[in-house]
Structures are given as structure tokens and as C-alpha cells.
């Protein structure tokens, strides 16, 4: 299994990015996948997820502003970042458990500037 993500980079605040991941070398469309991140000096947070019978989780922190979706024939699952501020600064990874084992994605930075 490999996760690519992709998508970050450095926006002003208020701004959007969507970010993607590519999911290769699994049963996508069976699989639960999430999206985390970690900012410098923090433990890394569950920002959303999503089943395969399309049912969304959100952090606290991001509801009404981020939004995750996925498609099953590409094998992508993608977060919209929307209303970026200074404080969604961090690495984003997407993540899944599949087959009893856990996959990361390698992280895409989000850097959001005030």
C-alpha cells in the first residue's frame, strides 16, 4: 500500500487549497480514510475522515470549513481546505488502516500566512 499526497503550500489567510491523496496497491473503495495533521511542536490530530459509504468525521477545529471527499474510481481521497487561518499551519497526512496494518502518507506542508 502507498499513499501520495499532495496540494499544500503557502496561501494567505482566508485562503483555500485542496489537498490530494493517491491510494495505490489496496482495495480503495473499502477502506476508511483519513486525513491528519501535525503542527511544529504538536502531536498530530485527526482533521477528518471518511468511510467507504461516504460518511464524514470532522475536527472541532475545521467543521464548516474543510470538507473531504473521495473518489473510488481514481482512487483519491481529498480534503478542500476553505477559510485558511495561521492556526491550520501544519502538515497534512492521509492515512489509512488497511489489513490490520496502519499507512501514512509521506505529508504535504500548508503554510498559512496572517
Known amino acids: 500500500v502507498q499513499l501520495q499526497a499532495s496540494g499544500g503550500g503557502l496561501v494567505q489567510a482566508g485562503g483555500s487549497l485542496r489537498l490530494s491523496c493517491a491510494a495505490s496497491?489496496?482495495?480503495?473503495?473499502?477502506?476508511?480514510m483519513e486525513w491528519y495533521r501535525q503542527a511544529p511542536g504538536e502531536q498530530r490530530e485527526l482533521v477528518a475522515s471518511i468511510t467507504s459509504g461516504k460518511d464524514t468525521n470532522y475536527a472541532d477545529s475545521v467543521k464548516g470549513r474543510f470538507t473531504i471527499s473521495r473518489d473510488n474510481v481514481k482512487a483519491r481521497v481529498y480534503l478542500q481546505l476553505n477559510s485558511l487561518q495561521p492556526e491550520d499551519t501544519a502538515v497534512y497526512y492521509c492515512y489509512t488502516k488497511y489489513g490490520l496494518r496502519q499507512y501514512w502518507g509521506q505529508g504535504t506542508l500548508v503554510t498559512v500566512s496572517s
Open positions: 496497491g489496496m482495495l480503495f473503495r473499502i477502506a476508511t
